[in-house]
């Protein structure tokens, strides 16, 4: 009988074994896992950090010349050192490099934003419009804007450097 006993004893050892092996397997699987998708986005903000940063003014009024320049002293991001004028014709993208980022100066008058946004989704470039507090009132304008994902609008300088940190972060 003792015999028996010390069988079930044993065989309780064997599988209680196996329970803290089960466990310790799943929670290092698990973690493994988690670091595994940490350095995959920290590889992905990485590659888009080398992105081209361009800044587009849609007119004389926003030059965005300040906020090229907070941006650069950053020293974070490559931004392109002059401001592309997009004010009559958007042909002027057609030269810039196809892994970047725009930012555009808003002004309610300029009509071209769908044809920006359009490009722009099509070469999978992130666009960020720069514009005062309650500035754009249009209604067609935000329905452009919010049918990119990528796009987003910003309205200080400060803000936008957070925005183009994270919209670094997501870009694929």
């Not at 849609?58 to 974070?76: G, P």
Request: net charge positive; proline share 1%; aromatic share 14%.
């Amino acid at each position: 009988m003792t015999n028996l006993n010390d069988f079930w004893i044993l065989l309780g050892h064997i599988s209680l074994f196996q329970w803290i092996v089960g466990i310790i397997s799943s929670v290092f699987f698990g973690f493994a896992i988690y670091v595994w998708r940490y350095i995959r986005i920290q590889w992905r903000f990485m590659r888009n950090l080398k992105r081209k940063v361009y800044f587009l003014k849609t007119s004389n009024d926003k030059i965005l010349q300040t906020e090229k320049d907070l941006i650069k002293k950053i020293e974070l991001f490559n931004v392109e050192s002059d401001i592309k004028d997009i004010t009559n014709d958007i042909k002027v993208t057609q030269g810039l490099d196809k892994n970047a980022v725009y930012i555009v100066g808003y002004n309610k008058d300029y009509k071209n934003y769908k044809k920006l946004v359009d490009k722009a989704s099509d070469k999978n470039i992130p666009v960020i419009i720069f514009a005062k507090q309650g500035e754009i009132r249009e209604s067609e304008h935000w329905d452009v804007f919010n049918s990119y994902i990528y796009c987003d609008v910003a309205n200080t300088s400060s803000r936008l450097a957070v925005i183009l940190m994270n919209t670094l972060i997501i870009t694929k």
